[in-house]
Each structure stands twice: as structure tokens, then as C-alpha cells.
């Protein structure tokens, strides 16, 4: 266990404490520092290949495939890696699509989601030829009809469902209740399904759900796998032959301030077991070859291989606070602004020294909002040392702006003894390119 800051962090693969210094792998984080700058992502390719088998491991027994949820980390070298590993992918855009498509993930391993898809990314994930195009209102289905017809091609459609299933996780990431924007009701979902039949164009080819991020309680995970894989035996009924029963993500992550325990990938395979084992689909894939389980982790997937180092700028002490001031900010990461999520932050050089009092832990960004931890006993830091945040590889760089005229982070990977740049830190010129320029120029 790492200690120092509000809780035991779960030990990790790939960061150990070596001689009173935290090492990547077998890299200390310091000489990434001194190499890289900071502020930096860190990965590390063991946790990820890792996390994947793991979850892969825990549907052992179900034919399944593993769709990599591109938005948690799009970084190209991440993508090859897991592509090296045979993982399918997930997408939500057309530049999920292409940068999927180009880390060699095969269209036929590729998924596609989203409420607003434009004409122009319908477009290319037909001509890809993609897996599925898993819908999520009736209108789109007209769209993709109409494009494929003007394309002269068939389409591969999937039905994604809104079960109305309380994942309990945060707000802003439960995506399977009524009245979020995610997917059909039911009857909206029947009425797709007739859609389909009439038409010549589209063939129903998975039937999919998502209920949300960080699921920790396994009864509803349990509830969406029963409910849509009896949504998949509604549409064999009725004639359809879908092969893909996709579950979405949701695999959770244990970030260290839980009050319970986080279920294992273990745990989570098998509440996903139980329930397509209730609706008969289990049985039915065995039984015939073709039908599988496509499951969409991302957070699970990336999010403890990745740590972001940042260097201590400034540390103020006013009467009524410590302000640990760093060169990271909400612009690398905004998940603790966003939702209020919680990352351990741990100091690189002696990590295990005892909390001081509470602190701030801020970035430079002019926002109130922008902070990493608030009010956290944190050990005596002084300006210049490295401090990281864990479990920073699932919506972290993915989801960094530029505000404040900030470019964007450099990242690295570590695997074993080496360590590969895998994103160049973003440059000023490049923040300000002007397309413009000589218009107003002689004014
Ligand atoms: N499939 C679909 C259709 C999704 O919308 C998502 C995530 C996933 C799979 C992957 O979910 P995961 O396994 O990573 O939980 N920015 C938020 C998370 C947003 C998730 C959006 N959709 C965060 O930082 O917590």
C-alpha cells in the first residue's frame, strides 16, 4: 500500500517504491521528469495488457470479445497495443472510427454508439463496413437507411436499449435510466426492431445496452445483462438474427476513497454471467456457434496504468490554508471539477512520509474549480518535487482542453527498462495558428 495522502491506495502492478523513490515499471518516475518535463502522463503497458486479459478472464467460459472503449484513451499507441491483444473497439465518433481503423482494429471488430451521429460519420463507418452502427433513435435509423441506400450498401445495425436500470454511480455518467438521452425505451426499441424487418437495407445485427461508468453494485449490472440478452431472444422472435450481445462498459475501478470494497473483474464477469444465464442467452450462445458477448470497458481497461506526474510550483500558506500549487491543472485532468472525483495523490521521493495537515492540491488555472484535492492531509512538500496522481489513464488526457493557453501534456509509456514517447508535449505556436493572417493586417 502507498499511504501518505487521505487513504491506502490498492497496490499496483507497475508503480513500486524502490529505495524511497516511486518507479513506472522499471523507470523512476524522476528521470521521466527530468527527460519528459513535467506536467506528464505516464503509462505503463504491463497494467494495461494486464487489466485487459483480466477482464477477459472473467467471462472465461461465455464466447465473448473485449471492445476496447476508445474514449477513455485514444492515444495511438495505446490502441496498437490493445490492438496486438486482439481487443475489439467501441467508438462514438468518426475520429474514434478512424483512429481505431488505423491502429489496425479490424471494422468487422468495431462498434459504434452515440445519440448524434452526423451524416458524414454514418457514412464512414458504412463504407468501413463496421460490426454494428448501434443506434439510438428511431430518426437515425431512417439516416443510416438513407445513407447506406445512397452508398448502395447493406448496414449492420444494432439496437441499443434504455433498460431504466440505477446503476448508482455518479449523475453524470448514468446513462440507462429514463429520461437520460442514451438509447430506445422499450417500445421505442420494438418499433426499431419492426423497422428493421421491413427494411431491405438493414439487417439487426446486436442488440446493446450501456448503463453507465464505475458501476460498483453488481445487481445492476446483473439486471441490464438480464434484461437486454431477453431483449436479444424478443428480437430471434421476431425474425431478426442478431449475433452480438453488447453489455457496454461500466467495469469499475477502485481509486482508493471507497467505503466498501470495489467488485473485482472477477465478480463483475459473473454478475454479467447470472444474468444472461436467467434470460436463456447463455444457454443459446453455447449451444450455437456465432452469438457472443461483446463487453466495453474502458476506465477498467486503462485507468490504473496511467499515473499524471506534476511538479510542485509553489506551496502558500495562508492563515486559513496550505496551497500545494502544481503544474498540472483541471486542463490535464478535470475529472476531481467535474464530477469531485477523487485521485490519490502520492509525493515521487520518499511517498510514505506521514500527512502534515490538510491541503489544496491546485493547478494553475484560473478557476476556482480547479483543483485536484480539497482539504486532504497531505505530507510537507516544497517547491520542485514530483508528486503523481493515480489512476489518471481513463478520461484523463482524453478529456484535457487547451483553455488557458495550455497545451497539451506529453505522454509516455513505460514497458519494462524503457520508456517511449507516445505524445509530444503540444507547442504555443500551435495553440495559435491564424488562418486568417494578412486579413486586418494592413488596418
Ligand atoms: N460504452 C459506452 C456506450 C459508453 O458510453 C462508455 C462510456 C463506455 C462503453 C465505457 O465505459 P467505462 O467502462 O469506461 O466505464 N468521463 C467519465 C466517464 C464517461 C463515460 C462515458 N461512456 C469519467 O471520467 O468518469
Given at each position: 500500500m502507498i499511504r501518505g495522502s487521505r487513504c491506502e491506495v490498492p497496490p499496483s502492478p507497475w508503480i513500486k517504491e524502490i529505495n524511497g523513490q516511486l518507479w513506472a515499471e522499471e523507470v523512476p518516475f524522476s528521470s521521466l521528469a527530468e527527460r519528459y518535463g513535467t506536467p506528464l502522463y505516464v503509462y505503463s503497458a504491463l497494467a494495461i495488457r494486464t487489466a485487459f486479459q483480466s477482464i477477459s478472464q472473467a467471462l472465461e467460459g461465455i464466447p465473448h470479445f473485449v471492445a476496447y472503449a476508445?474514449?477513455?484513451?485514444?492515444?495511438p499507441t495505446i490502441l496498437r497495443l490493445l490492438a496486438g491483444l486482439g481487443a475489439w473497439a467501441d467508438t462514438v465518433s468518426g475520429g474514434e472510427l478512424f483512429w481505431a481503423h488505423r491502429a489496425g482494429i479490424p471494422a468487422d471488430h468495431t462498434l459504434m454508439s452515440g445519440v448524434g451521429k452526423t451524416e458524414k460519420e454514418i457514412e464512414f463507418a458504412l463504407r468501413l463496413g463496421i460490426?454494428?452502427?448501434?443506434?439510438?433513435?428511431v430518426e437515425e435509423l431512417e439516416v443510416v437507411q438513407s445513407v447506406a441506400s445512397s452508398l448502395g450498401c447493406q448496414a449492420r445495425v444494432g439496437v441499443r436499449l434504455?433498460?431504466?436500470?440505477?446503476?448508482?454511480?455518479?449523475p453524470y455518467i448514468?446513462?440507462?435510466?429514463?429520461?437520460?438521452?442514451?438509447g430506445l425505451e422499450i417500445e421505442e426499441a420494438r418499433e426499431a426492431l419492426k423497422q428493421i424487418s421491413k427494411s431491405?437495407?438493414?439487417?439487426?445485427e446486436c442488440i446493446a445496452s450501456h448503463i453507465g461508468?464505475?458501476?460498483?453494485?453488481l445487481d445492476a449490472i446483473e439486471e441490464s445483462a438480464f434484461l437486454t440478452s431477453l431483449f436479444f431472444e424478443e428480437a430471434i422472435k421476431e425474425g431478426h438474427t442478431p449475433h452480438v450481445l453488447d453489455l457496454g462498459g461500466?467495469?469499475?475501478?477502485?481509486?482508493?476513497?471507497?467505503?466498501s470494497s470495489v467488485p473485482s473483474h472477477q465478480a463483475f464477469g459473473q454478475a454479467i454471467r447470472r444474468g444472461i444465464e436467467k434470460s436463456g442467452w447463455l444457454e443459446r450462445a453455447q449451444k450455437h456457434k456465432g452469438l457472443f458477448l461483446v463487453v466495453e470497458p474502458g476506465r477498467a481497461i486503462v485507468g490504473e496504468g496511467g499515473a499524471l506526474l506534476t511538479r510542485v510550483l509553489f506551496v502558500k500558506r495562508s492563515p486559513s490554508k496550505r496551497f500545494v500549487i502544481v503544474d498540472a491543472a483541471m486542463t490535464e485532468l478535470i475529472r476531481p471539477a467535474l464530477y469531485g472525483a477523487y485521485h490519490a495523490v502520492v509525493p515521487?521521493?520518499?511517498?510514505a512520509r506521514p500527512p502534515l495537515d490538510k491541503a489544496d492540491i491546485v493547478?494553475?488555472?484560473?478557476?476556482?474549480?480547479?483543483?485536484?484535492?480539497?482539504n486532504r492531509p497531505f505530507p510537507e512538500v516544497k517547491r520542485g518535487e514530483l508528486l503523481i496522481l493515480r489512476?489518471?489513464?481513463?478520461y484523463g488526457a482524453a478529456m484535457s482542453s487547451e483553455y488557458n493557453g495550455r497545451p497539451k501534456a506529453a505522454e509516455v509509456m513505460a514497458d519494462g527498462s524503457k520508456a517511449h514517447l507516445i505524445r509530444p508535449r503540444g507547442k504555443w505556436e500551435d495553440l495559435h495558428v491564424d488562418p486568417a493572417w494578412p486579413f486586418l493586417a494592413s488596418e
Open positions: 476508445v474514449k477513455a484513451n485514444g492515444n460490426r454494428s452502427l448501434n443506434i439510438e433513435s434504455n433498460p431504466h436500470i440505477d446503476p448508482h454511480t455518479h448514468a446513462t440507462g435510466i429514463h429520461g437520460t438521452k442514451f431491405p437495407i438493414l439487417t439487426l461508468s464505475q458501476i460498483t453494485e461500466g467495469w469499475p475501478l477502485a481509486y482508493g476513497d471507497e467505503e515521487v521521493i520518499n511517498p493547478g494553475p488555472v484560473c478557476e476556482t474549480g480547479d483543483f485536484f484535492a480539497l489512476s489518471t489513464g481513463a
